[in-house]
């Protein structure tokens, strides 16, 4: 403290104070019960509800025709693009120069029929649920003597969809010195091919309620889940509101409430990041605050908002233009996975993917024409203040994992999810990736899970 000027002292012990009367606080708020999130109800479908719903699965097989692709190439064929500013790299979006190497790509190399057979090598099924068709990936390990079976629901986020798995799936389902998982990867109502709501409201809390009643159906009472992007908080509610089946929940992105120990954390972190539940390699990963956290952030998030207001209007355009679609798309593929790659004229996409995994996850959603009702769900969710939901308000007590990637836009720590997350297992700061943590470093995202699983099955 000598070594600072009186300012700096002043700010150091005052913010010391309050930090002690902030922990002691906190201490007292996590010894109130956990309550759990009422299941509630809804109807998606079109017109009223029925008396009754068929409860069946049905097998699902992804296909294609050739007036499908014929009108897909002609679209590209006719595209008009816009010229990129000299130097611009991606600062200012998608480039259109590396444009148009994708779009040669697509429409000279890339063989949809093929991709479809790969999408189909494991088993598809969908099932009614709340008057919606809701799609899902069902695999199950190979067969091994003396093997403990964890069922594990993937869930996926925008603008990814569930072939984001599909690289984690082999590894999953493999034996790990004695257990193996059985994976179920839906695709949220909206999103490729699970149908989309009809009516107005479908959030979070409907899609948690609807993969609760798929996994019953399934005849699991008891599961693992995993989600990152509006995953993390699907999975999130599902726990919150069956706890009793929720055996665990890992996540590789967390959004931390807002309160007195984040604005704590906030002022002392840089200084004495110790008094305030941080590490080293928080406070590198968060300061400067500002930088990162808002200007950052701002500059990344003109689709929310875009999204959360006016989806439908954006959604004419997308819709009907695969080009416009892709640059769309693939530009956040580019910036979350690292923000350095908007200074490269390439965005840095095939660095972590190829064009043929991207593109596949694109025509996901250009065939199924889903990207106007995938974008209709941050509305939904994003109407009124997100933190004075209910679910925000209420805290989350099965046993959690958090695999925290250093490329992720918003770095939470361990003291800022603890509030929510009553009761975390463990906490990994990744070695390496971003936003599409199963996509980018599949193997690492793997050994997270597996660990978690251990220790939470004590095996």
């Not at 509305?379 to 997100?386: F, H, T």
């Amino acid at each position: 403290l000598l070594l600072l000027d009186v300012s700096q002292q002043q700010q150091i012990l005052i913010g010391s104070a309050v930090a002690v009367f902030g922990i002691l606080a906190y201490k007292l708020l996590q010894r109130r019960k956990p309550k759990v999130l009422p299941l509630g109800q809804g109807w998606w479908g079109k017109g009223k509800k029925p008396l009754s719903e068929d409860e069946q699965i049905y097998p699902f097989k992804i296909q294609t025709s050739d007036e499908e692709i014929e009108d897909l190439h002609t679209r590209l064929d006719r595209t008009r693009y816009a010229d990129s500013l000299e130097e611009s790299t991606f600062q200012y979006g998608f480039n259109s120069t590396y444009l148009k190497r994708v779009v040669s790509y697509w429409r000279n190399e890339f063989d949809w029929r093929k991709q479809v057979d790969v999408l189909n090598n494991y088993p598809h099924f969908k099932t009614k649920i709340e008057g919606l068709d809701v799609h899902f990936v069902h695999v199950r390990p190979p067969p091994s003597k003396n093997q403990k079976i964890i069922p594990l629901m993937l869930v996926h986020g925008w603008p990814g969809s569930f072939y984001e798995f599909y690289k984690i799936l082999p590894l999953l389902t493999q034996n790990h010195n004695g257990f193996a998982f059985e994976v179920i990867c839906p695709s949220i109502p909206g999103y490729g091919y699970s149908e989309a709501p009809n009516k107005k409201g479908f959030n979070t809390l409907a899609a948690a309620r609807i993969f609760l009643t798929l996994m019953e159906r399934l005849g699991f009472d008891k599961f693992y889940l995993q989600g990152g992007d509006w995953g993390s908080l699907i999975t999130t509610n599902m726990a919150q509101m069956k706890p009793d089946c929720v055996k665990g929940l890992h996540l590789n992105m967390v959004m931390a409430a807002r309160g007195f120990k984040q604005l704590l954390s906030i002022i002392i972190g840089p200084y004495l990041p110790f008094l305030v539940g941080l590490t080293r390699e928080d406070v590198r990963r968060m300061f400067p605050f500002f930088q990162k956290n808002v200007v950052e952030i701002l500059k990344e998030t003109g689709y929310m908002h875009i999204q959360a207001t006016k989806p439908d209007t954006a959604g004419c355009a997308v819709n009907d233009s695969p080009v416009g679609l892709a640059a769309y798309i693939l530009e956040k593929f580019s910036t979350c996975t690292d923000l350095k790659y908007r200074d490269l004229a390439d965005g840095g996409l095939e660095r972590k993917f190829s064009l043929e995994d991207l593109l596949t996850n694109i025509m996901i959603y250009w065939t199924t024409g889903s990207i106007t009702s995938s974008m209709r769900f941050y509305k939904e969710n994003l109407q009124g203040d997100p933190y004075s939901r209910e679910d925000a308000l209420l805290g989350v007590s099965v046993p959690t994992a958090v695999a925290a990637f250093p490329n992720e836009l918003l770095h939470t720590p361990k003291s800022w999810a603890e509030p929510r997350y009553s009761n975390i297992y463990s906490y990994t700061y990744m070695q390496r990736g971003g936003h599409f943590a199963a996509l980018e470093e599949p193997q690492l995202l793997v050994d997270d899970i597996v660990g978690f699983v251990r220790k939470v099955e004590k095996l």
